[in-house]
């Protein structure tokens, strides 16, 4: 259970190919409830918060972003929940730096990510996991494509050149987690339209996601990714099939957009089934 969490992070994982500028600004907050299925049965896991901030990374201009996940009341009596990720990317939106403090049931450790290089063919990182006082671990990993934590793709999953992306078009970038690099293929499925309920629904673009990590209860089509289609790049809902079932997450609320949220498409009263 907590290895799947520890991976909700990458439901917001994309691509490197991007558009001009940053759809996103100081200030953005995003909201998400998070279900999981087991069988027929449907319940609200928790919750996951993710914003950014404007900041500095050793003395440069920096995006600083942050992730928290909250278990519900429910889920905490089967497993409580209280992680957050941080991030730093330049202003080119490569990443940083990144730590994650994880605090699940008995579990509790934090983990740090050193970028040292970083580019579309190759990527270094430093990975440095520490529990109370005691070093597990401290190691360098590589990845022959662009590699990124777990918190900086959230907003790389944003700034694909959706508009030029071509039906069906693959992407390959890599993400670390733990010791491990965790291999990630991305297909482009073109444009759809998003039931939020029966009177809103979303433009949406539409990815598919391959992903090499045993937490899946398949590597290929592992997740689904829906983001809106204006020109804010939201993630609206993930879909991801798990081993131990299913599960989803789907955007709440929002605060403080960089543009006017133009993807929702409401439905009049008077065409809607009576």
């Known amino acids: 259970m907590k290895r799947i969490f520890s991976l909700l992070a990458l439901f917001f994982c994309i691509s490197s190919v991007y558009a001009e500028g940053t759809p996103f600004g100081d200030g953005e907050i995003l909201k998400y409830n998070i279900r999981f299925k087991w069988g027929l049965v449907m319940v609200k896991a928790g919750t996951a918060n993710y914003a950014v901030q404007g900041s500095s990374y050793e003395n440069n201009s920096a995006y600083k972003t942050t992730l928290d996940f909250r278990s519900s009341p429910f889920f905490d009596g089967v497993f409580k929940i209280r992680d957050t990720l941080f991030s730093y990317m330049n202003t080119d939106l490569e990443p940083l730096y990144h730590i994650r403090k ?3 049931g008995k579990t509790r450790f934090q983990e740090e990510v050193f970028v040292i290089d970083h580019d579309v063919n190759y990527t270094k990182v430093r990975v440095r996991r520490q529990s109370a006082e005691t070093v597990k671990f401290d190691t360098l990993l590589v990845s022959d494509n662009a590699g ?29 987690v733990g010791t491990d690099k965790v291999n990630i293929t991305v297909h482009f499925k073109g444009q759809a339209i998003l039931e939020k309920s029966e009177s809103v629904k979303y433009k949406a ?21 829906w983001v809106s289609d204006d020109k804010n790049h939201i993630p609206l809902k993930i879909k991801a099939k798990l081993k131990i079932g299913a599960a989803e997450a789907d955007l709440t609320s929002w605060q403080n ?14 065409r809607l089934k009576k």
Do not use: H, W
């Not at 777990?150 to 944003?158: D, E, P, V, W």
């Not at 899946?216 to 997740?223: C, G, I, R, V």
């Not at 957009?257 to 008077?270: D, H, N, R, V």
């Open 102 to 104: 994880i605090n699940e």
């Open 148 to 176: 990124y934590d777990m918190l900086s793709i959230f907003a790389f999953a944003r700034t694909l050149d959706y508009p030029n992306l071509e039906q069906n078009q693959t992407f390959r970038i890599s993400s670390f």
């Open 205 to 225: 673009c539409r990815l598919s996601v391959d992903i090499g990590d045993s937490a899946f209860n398949e590597t290929k089509n592992a997740m689904e990714i």
């Open 257 to 270: 957009l960089k543009y006017p949220f133009a993807s929702e498409i409401t439905i009049p009263a008077s």
